[in-house]
């Protein structure tokens, strides 16, 4: 069962969001809501000398993950998945 304060939260965290970006259309680019919120998207492979340097490898096993270092918000997904896949993961993230 979830916590139906917690969904409540996340929903109108999504709907802000939503309403925020001024999107017209239901096809949204994940990327394009990155940009605007200053979090850095990074593929396994262009992010793996950050994610060795953190000692988080074992999160490569994951479709995708996300970290705050510093104040900095980025987003990794496994560039290797299909590509709705890999929007699906970064919307997740986000």
């Given at each position: 069962m979830y916590n139906s304060k917690t969904y409540d939260d996340i929903v109108y965290t999504a709907y802000k969001v939503l309403i925020r970006e001024t999107l017209k259309e239901l096809h949204?680019?994940?990327s394009d809501i990155c940009k605007s919120n200053n979090i850095?998207?990074?593929?396994?492979?262009?992010?793996?000398?950050i994610i060795k340097k953190l000692g988080i490898e074992a999160r490569l096993y994951n479709k995708g993950?996300?970290?705050?270092?510093?104040?900095?918000?980025?987003?990794?997904?496994?560039?290797?998945?299909d590509r709705k896949l890999i929007r699906f993961v970064i919307a997740h993230e986000l």
């Open positions: 949204i680019k994940v850095l998207l990074c593929s396994y492979i262009n992010g793996y000398n993950f996300s970290i705050l270092k510093g104040n900095e918000y980025i987003i990794f997904y496994d560039e290797r998945q």
